[in-house]
């Protein structure tokens, strides 16, 4: 578990409570096609996956869930950029509360998010407050963390937009997200995510990051608490066609602990 943190000094800010999900960051899209603006076929494979991964009931019922994520960048030539583990820890209950931290150059960094604000500590000193770019880097680590079910999160708009290969034949669901409407979004970009044709699992996510684009791939999963979560990722960068340029990253998640 990471320290507790105060606004002042770093270990005294709030005792954290364990609680359930917030409403901002689990509300559930309803298959209901009879509804304009519902793609009753893109929610029935995100439904499938989620399904696939332990279930929504399960996942809603989380009150705790930590790990350690380890994140390797690489240059084209194939030589490493950078690499930082951090120490990610979320609760649920009753309002959504993150701590996020990882040792830098600059000693140990922590992201707290608390009351809809985040306070950003080095070494135990408060160092900024409600800065919007650690807002989108705590709601872009759950989200990421927490696919498939995360694509049902209110607010997201799904498309089924075909079937793809992604060394696997999937089908393909376009996610187009509204940042300046919703909390919980971290971004204005497009996604576009690959489910397994056969077992209706997520293996891929696809983005358009200006002026590239960049292919994650799922390489293998572990199952704490009941849930199916990515273990190891690898991220290319692609071209328009999807045909992989480079190895851009790679993304290990170890230590989880769910507590429900």
């Known amino acids: 578990m990471l320290q507790q943190t105060q606004i002042i000094t770093y270990k005294s800010l709030i005792t954290l409570g364990f609680f359930a999900l917030c409403s901002s960051c689990s509300k559930v899209v309803k ?20 399904e696939v991964a332990g ?7 989380a009150k705790r869930l930590e790990f350690e994520k380890t994140s390797i960048l690489y240059e084209e030539d194939g030589s490493m950029e950078d690499s930082s583990l951090q120490i990610i820890e979320f609760l649920f209950d009753p309002a ?16 707290h998010y608390h009351n809809d604000s985040t306070f950003f500590f080095i070494n135990d000193s408060l160092y900024d407050i409600d800065n919007e ?3 989108k880097s705590v709601m872009s680590a759950l989200y990421t963390i927490g696919m498939p079910f995360k694509l049902l999160d209110a607010g997201t708009v799904l498309t089924y937009v075909g079937k793809d290969s992604v060394g696997m034949m999937c089908q ?3 996610a187009e997200y509204a940042p300046e409407d919703n909390t919980n979004h971290s971004t204005n970009e497009i996604w576009w995510y690959y489910f397994d044709e056969k077992d209706g699992g997520l293996v891929a996510g ?4 200006e002026p590239t684009y960049a292919l994650i ?3 293998s999963y572990d199952n704490p608490g009941g849930l199916t979560l990515p273990s190891y990722r690898h991220s290319f960068r692609v071209d328009s066609l999807g045909d992989i340029k480079f190895l851009r990253g790679e993304f290990y998640y170890e230590k989880f602990k769910v507590g429900y």
């Open 172 to 174: 393909v669901i376009q």
């Open 31 to 50: 298959e209901e096609p009879e509804v304009a603006g519902v793609d009753s076929v893109a929610v029935k494979v995100v439904n499938r996956a989620i």
């Open 55 to 61: 279930g929504m009931n399960l996942w809603i019922s």
């Open 206 to 209: 696809k983005v358009y990051h």
């Open 96 to 111: 959504f509360e993150a701590r996020i931290s990882k040792q830098t150059d600059r000693g140990e960094e922590l992201i």
């Open 217 to 219: 791939l799922n390489k």
């Open 133 to 135: 770019n650690r807002k």
